[in-house]
């Protein structure tokens, strides 16, 4: 599962805007924006969120899921359960 915000973080991340990201992941751009625009996890096709979490994936951006440890290093954000939470 991947949240409205962790997508949005993992573009900054990567330097992309929207439409890059729509364009790797061949997806339309209104798809993304829907996307980020959820509350909480993203909704949408799955398809469609594996094909985005693929091209977030070939940028070289690990999305890290709750409790799940960073297993190939490198840099990152993670937000504090207490942050999340509140």
Do not use: Y
């Not at 951006?61 to 942050?83: C, D, T, Y």
């Amino acid at each position: 599962m991947m949240t409205a915000a962790q997508m949005r973080a993992a573009r900054a991340l990567a330097g992309i805007d929207q439409r890059t990201l729509a364009e790797r992941a061949g997806i339309s751009l209104p798809t993304i924006q829907r996307m980020e625009a959820s509350e909480g996890v993203v909704r949408g096709v799955v398809d469609s969120l594996m094909k985005v979490i693929q091209a977030l994936d070939d940028i070289g951006v690990e999305l890290i899921g709750e409790n799940q440890a960073s297993e190939r290093g490198g840099r990152g954000v993670r937000l504090k359960a207490s942050a999340a939470q509140g």
